[in-house]
């Protein structure tokens, strides 16, 4: 695997081969010194053209556990500000010698962009409201960890702004490619005009979805939507679409209540929800870094060595790793 | 002046077919017939002979943004697709909204190796508020009035410039048809790609709603209005209706039209962003439908030249456009012409002299005859090659069809009497 720039572009055997990765890059941060030598000496570039501080840490973290170099790419301080082009600023980055760029950007397929022009690894960390690949990934890492290694069956709601949403696009294909029941829940202008391709189904009625999920997944709502004509009001959304506490109690006892970050507290979800025996949102965060780990591992490190696998890098007791081999 | 004559070729005209050598001799067709002679020959054997190209809808970007197209360089491109004359689109910087602007590109023109027609912009600034002097300008020779680029969105503003026009011989209210107000904000049709690719869309509906009140418009007011880059079925069928009710009505098609889908934006390159954007099999199948039956009139390119940085951002950041000159014919052999969906005097009527009707252009797409100008198109239907965007005589890249090899290509081309295109290379 060269890139990780969507979902779209995996198999099932890719997604499951990543997360079993990631599991046992998870038990590398449980240890006392969760940092592992296994892509020592390779240059990290963290490209983000628009705020983010969840999944930036999250990538930063992932990459100086597995003892790479990180250089942090601002990109209100840098030549960007000064009209340089996004080809221009990636080819100068690169001349610089580095191995990947985790980016972000405002706009759609901006990383599929970058990748044809430069060499480095590319991994997706958002683009626009295309995918968000390793949300999806680390939502997967989630859910095996409490319903099991597949998923077939499941069934997940992802409600909310489904039009504007990275994270739905891409956790829609992952979710169905696992096997699970996935239905959309939104009012029909936060929807995009056809859902024709994708692997779902749709309702505008939370509530009459509500009874029946093993997982419902909220997206964050943007203010801005009202100005937008796309609402009347966040009031009459969260009346609508919010999982208030009122909605909560009519979940199974067993369902999952999963959320992206950051949380609109109040609107799209109800504080004591989010922070209710129901919620996996910490997790969640939590399993960002192995599942981040992991893509850099697969991206930078079984292909630069061709032989080491997940196993000896982690080890087969956890207590030490043999790093060294990896070049 | 030497006499020149056109030897081997199938002459092709809105009178008819006929194999025949044409002499030309100070400007003018003197001679159609068999075995004529002249001090220079040119070889036209397996081509056909034709009354030189006219688009009704091209992009030079003179002034203000030379470092992507000028008069000069946009007129060469023309040249070598076999154009003999094109209108020039008024979203210049400044804008063809202004006599003195208009007839600078016009200057420019008249030293170039095609003719150069200006539009006129409706309003002033483009900016669809005022009316822009369009009496003055239609004085300078505009036909075509049009706030190309952006849409004439306030329907007041369209009825008064389609009343205004009546007073104006000849003169064409042309219409970029896309509301803003449902297309704003979109970088690509809105649709089953643009839903799973996360691009935002501009939905069919944008265009279809303007054509359905410019058509309104038209009817009450009697004035002409014409249809820049139809791109949807919903609008072909509206335009198809409204001619059948005897309106002034006229529509264009751009072969990326109906070459390119809204699929080929998966790859996220620029380079397939364009306004109205790439639509549906379905809707490509309906531009077919219309250019076969006459619903549509003409094929204009949109020739839109960009420079390669603009089109070096994410998708939704660069500009949207692309060259069609150089590649036009070909596109209209190869997907019209060869599968049987127009007659070769179809196809060139809609190239050519319905064009020039269109922009009343008096010396163009005229039967090749004794005492017509001769402006010429020579195209050899059979000759393969491969589109090299660097090799492209426009001073931009941007080409969808970078990489493809196309059947057919223009051998010569002919204006007023000069030899401006010679075995496919530029004379000047």
């Known amino acids: ?327 | 002046m030497a006499d020149l004559v056109i030897t081997g070729g199938r002459v092709l005209d809105a009178s008819g077919e006929r194999a025949a050598d044409v002499l030309v001799r100070g400007g003018h067709v003197v001679e159609v017939g068999e075995g004529l002679r002249g001090d220079e020959r040119l070889d036209a054997a397996g081509c056909i002979v034709t009354p030189g190209l006219v688009d009704v809808h091209v992009h030079l970007r003179e002034p203000g943004m030379e470092e992507a197209e000028t008069v000069e360089t946009g007129a060469r491109a023309a040249a070598l697709g076999g154009y003999t004359a094109v209108v020039a689109m008024p979203n210049t910087t400044p804008p063809l909204d202004d006599p003195a602007v208009v007839a600078a590109v016009l200057a420019a023109g008249e030293r170039a190796i095609c003719e150069v027609a200006s539009s006129g912009a409706i309003t002033k600034g483009r900016q669809g508020r005022e009316l822009a002097p369009m009496g003055e300008l239609h004085k300078l020779g505009v036909r075509m009035f049009t706030d190309d680029g952006d849409c004439v969105a306030d329907a007041g503003v369209m009825r008064r410039a389609l009343e205004y026009s009546l007073a104006l011989p000849m003169a064409v209210i042309s219409q970029h048809a896309e509301d803003p107000a449902l297309a704003g904000g979109g970088a690509m049709h809105e649709g089953e790609w643009s839903s799973r690719l996360g691009i935002p869309g501009r939905p069919a509906a944008a265009e279809e709603v303007i054509v359905a009140r410019d058509l309104i418009l038209a009817g009450v007011t009697g004035a002409h209005v014409h249809f820049q880059h139809v791109s949807t079925a919903g609008a072909v069928e509206m335009v198809r209706a409204a001619k059948a009710r005897g309106l002034r009505v006229s529509a264009e098609a751009c072969p990326h039209h109906f070459t390119l889908t809204d699929a080929c934006c998966a790859s996220f390159d620029p380079v397939f962003k364009v306004n109205p954007p790439l639509r549906t099999e379905a809707d490509l199948a309906a531009i077919k439908a219309g250019l076969a039956d006459g619903t549509i009139d003409v094929i204009a390119t949109d020739h839109a030249p960009h420079p390669t940085e603009a089109k070096e951002r994410p998708f939704e950041e660069a500009p949207s456009g692309m060259l069609g000159l150089e590649t036009a014919l070909a596109l209209v052999w190869e997907e019209l012409v060869r599968p049987g969906v127009l007659t070769e005097a179809q196809a060139l009527a809609a190239a050519s002299w319905r064009g020039a009707a269109i922009a009343g252009l008096a010396h163009q797409g005229q039967p090749v005859a004794p005492d017509a100008v001769a402006n010429l198109c020579i195209f050899d239907p059979e000759h393969r090659w491969e589109v090299d965007a660097d090799r492209l005589a426009s001073k931009a890249r941007n080409t969808p069809y970078a990489g493809r090899t196309l059947t057919g290509k223009v051998r010569h081309t002919i204006l007023r009497g000069e030899v401006v295109v010679r075995d496919g290379e530029a004379q000047r």
């Open chain 1, 1 to 327: 695997m060269k890139h990780l720039l969507s979902i779209a572009d995996l198999t099932r055997d890719d997604i499951e081969e990543m997360l079993v990765l990631a599991e046992s890059f998870r038990e590398v941060t449980q240890r006392d010194i969760p940092k592992v030598p296994a892509l020592r000496g390779k240059v990290v570039v963290s490209l983000f053209y628009e705020d983010s501080t969840r999944t930036r840490i999250s990538f930063e973290t992932a990459a100086k556990r597995l003892s790479c170099d990180v250089m942090g790419f601002s990109v209100s301080s840098s030549s960007v500000k000064k009209g340089e082009s996004l080809r221009d600023t990636v080819q100068t980055i690169e001349a610089m010698g580095i191995d990947a760029v985790v980016m972000r950007h405002s706009a759609a397929g901006a990383p599929n962009r970058v990748a044809d022009w430069i060499d480095a690894h590319i991994v997706n960390a958002g683009d626009g409201c295309h995918e968000h690949p390793t949300q999806a990934l680390l939502d997967l890492l989630t859910l095996r960890r409490h319903l099991g290694a597949g998923l077939d069956g499941a069934r997940i709601a992802i409600v909310g702004d489904i039009l504007h949403s990275r994270v739905a696009r891409s956790d829609a294909l992952a979710f169905a490619a696992l096997g699970a029941d996935v239905t959309l829940v939104a009012p029909p202008t936060l929807l995009p005009s056809t859902l024709a391709g994708w692997p779902v189904s749709v309702s505008h009625d939370l509530d009459a979805v509500l009874a029946d999920l093993d997982v419902i997944y909220l997206l964050r709502i943007q203010r801005e939507r009202q100005n937008e004509a796309l609402l009347p009001s966040l009031r009459e959304y969260t009346a609508r679409y919010g999982l208030t506490v009122e909605r909560a109690g009519r979940l199974r006892k067993d369902a999952l209540v999963m959320h992206p970050g950051p949380m609109n507290r109040g609107v799209e979800i109800a504080a004591e929800v989010a922070e209710g025996p129901a919620s996996v949102i910490t997790e969640q965060v939590a399993n960002g870094v192995a599942v981040r780990m992991a893509v850099l591992y697969k991206l930078l490190g079984s292909g630069a060595s061709g032989v080491v696998g997940p196993g000896a890098v982690v080890g087969a007791s956890g207590a030490h790793v043999e790093g060294a081999t990896l070049g």
